[in-house]
C-alpha cells in the first residue's frame, strides 16, 4: 500500500466545523473503507442520520507516476461514472486533488450541472470544496459559498 491509500482511508467528520459556524456547514460524516488493495467503499451521511447515507459510491486507485487517480464508480452494477475520475497529488505533505475535466455531470434539484472539486487531504484532515456549475450561465449552482469542508479524522478510542 502507498501513503495515499493510507491517507485516504478512515471515517472523517467535521464536527469543529459545523459546531463553529452551524448556519454555513452541516455536520457531515465520510467513511472511506479500504475493501480490497486498490478499492474503496465510501459513504456520506448527515450526522443525524448516519444509518441513511445520502451518498454511497466505490472507488478505485489508480496509481499513474507519481500521482493518484482515482475512478468513481455507483454501487448498482459498479457502473462507471466516467468524467468524474480525481487526480491527487503529494505537494509537501498533503495529497492535492481536481477533477480532471468538466464532463462529470450532476443533477441539483432539475438542473443539470457539472461537477467540480478542490480536495486537500492529509493524515488528519480532509478538506474538500465541491460545485455543480451550470454549463450555459458557467455560474455555481450548488456547494460551499464559505469555502472547504473541513473534515477531520476520527480515531478509535480501542487503539
Known amino acids: 500500500m502507498t501513503l ?3 491517507y485516504l482511508e478512515g471515517i472523517f467528520d467535521n464536527e469543529l466545523q459545523a459546531l463553529k459556524h452551524p448556519t454555513r456547514y452541516a455536520r457531515i460524516v465520510i467513511t472511506h473503507e479500504r475493501i480490497d488493495d486498490d478499492w474503496f467503499y465510501g459513504k456520506q451521511a448527515y450526522h443525524h442520520s448516519l444509518s441513511k447515507p ?5 472507488m478505485q486507485v489508480c496509481p499513474e507516476g507519481k500521482k ?3 475512478k468513481n464508480f455507483h454501487l448498482d452494477g459498479l457502473t462507471y461514472k466516467d468524467g468524474c475520475d480525481t487526480i491527487f497529488e503529494l505537494i509537501g505533505d ?6 480532471t475535466d468538466c464532463n462529470c455531470w450532476v443533477n441539483w434539484r432539475g438542473v ?3 461537477l467540480t472539486n478542490d480536495i486537500i487531504l492529509g493524515y488528519n484532515r ?3 470544496m465541491d460545485s455543480g456549475i451550470d454549463p450555459i ?16 479524522r476520527h480515531f478509535s478510542s480501542a487503539g
Open 68 to 70: 493518484f487517480r482515482v
Open 137 to 152: 450561465t458557467n455560474s455555481k449552482v450548488w456547494g460551499s459559498n464559505w469555502g472547504h469542508l473541513d473534515f477531520i
Open 54 to 58: 445520502y451518498r454511497e459510491f466505490k
Open 4 to 6: 495515499f491509500h493510507d
Open 126 to 128: 480532509y478538506r474538500v
Open 112 to 114: 443539470k450541472t457539472y
Open 94 to 99: 498533503e495529497f492535492h486533488g481536481h477533477n
